[in-house]
């Protein structure tokens, strides 16, 4: 079982759409990571939560600790967020950190 | 700009051959990273270092072997003993505290 699930594996929207990506965790964590990893496979970081809500332009990231979820919204989706969106949780840190990595929503957005 | 630079972007390995990856960074950070990528898999730690000479195996270090000489410097060997090689391979760093990595562009390594 893995320790950090997300949903949908896949996704195709069309350009405009609102778009939710959920992750599901199963340890105790000092945060969560959403990343992007474009087509060329860099991964760039785009929030870090560890309670609440945050906003990045058209990113939005929440979290609910109690439930262990978190979800990543795009609005007015576009097609340069084409891209795949991974989900880190860190459960240690302090003595190098220990991430568990989603296995990715590889997203689409059709113009 | 600081950043964390891997090369090659592309690498090809023969039978019975061990190759190196580079990871360079410029971000003054102390912990250092590899991660090995598959399809359909989340990222997996190879071996992390959080201070020059010293280095940790993380879940899958069989076949591959890393060194730390200097902060700026983390690079992978991949020896002959990893029998299925082709993946994408990730370096990452952070600094102190529960921040988030940052990633190299990352290095794909093939069997010829």
């Known amino acids: 079982k893995n320790e950090v699930e997300q949903s949908p594996q896949n996704l195709t929207a069309q350009e405009g759409e609102f778009i939710t990506i959920n992750c599901s965790y199963s340890v105790g964590i000092s945060a969560l990571h959403w990343l992007q990893q474009h087509p060329g496979g860099g991964i760039v970081s785009l929030f870090m939560l560890s309670s609440g809500k945050k906003k990045h332009g058209r990113l939005i990231a929440t979290i609910n600790i109690q439930e262990k979820h978190s979800s990543l919204h795009i609005t007015a989706s576009h097609p340069r967020d084409s891209a795949v969106y991974i989900c880190?949780?860190?459960?240690?840190w302090g003595t190098g950190n220990q991430f568990y990595f989603g296995t990715g929503t590889s997203l689409t957005v059709i113009p | 700009d600081g950043g964390i630079t891997q090369s090659p972007k592309y690498l090809f390995r023969k039978e019975g051959q061990n190759v190196t990856l580079s990871c360079e960074q410029n971000?003054?950070?102390?912990?250092m990273y590899w991660y090995r990528q598959d399809p359909g898999q989340g990222l997996r730690l190879i071996y992390y270092?959080?201070?020059?000479?010293?280095?940790q195996k993380g879940d899958i270090a069989e076949g591959y072997s890393v060194s730390r000489e200097k902060k700026e410097s983390f690079p992978l060997t991949v020896t002959s003993a990893q029998k299925n090689p082709t993946a994408f391979y990730l370096c990452a760093s952070n600094g102190v505290g529960p921040e988030p990595q940052h990633f190299g562009d990352g290095t794909r390594l093939s069997i010829l």
């Open positions: 971000l003054n950070h102390d912990a």
């Open positions: 270092s959080q201070i020059v000479n010293d280095f």
């Open positions: 880190a949780v860190l459960t240690h």
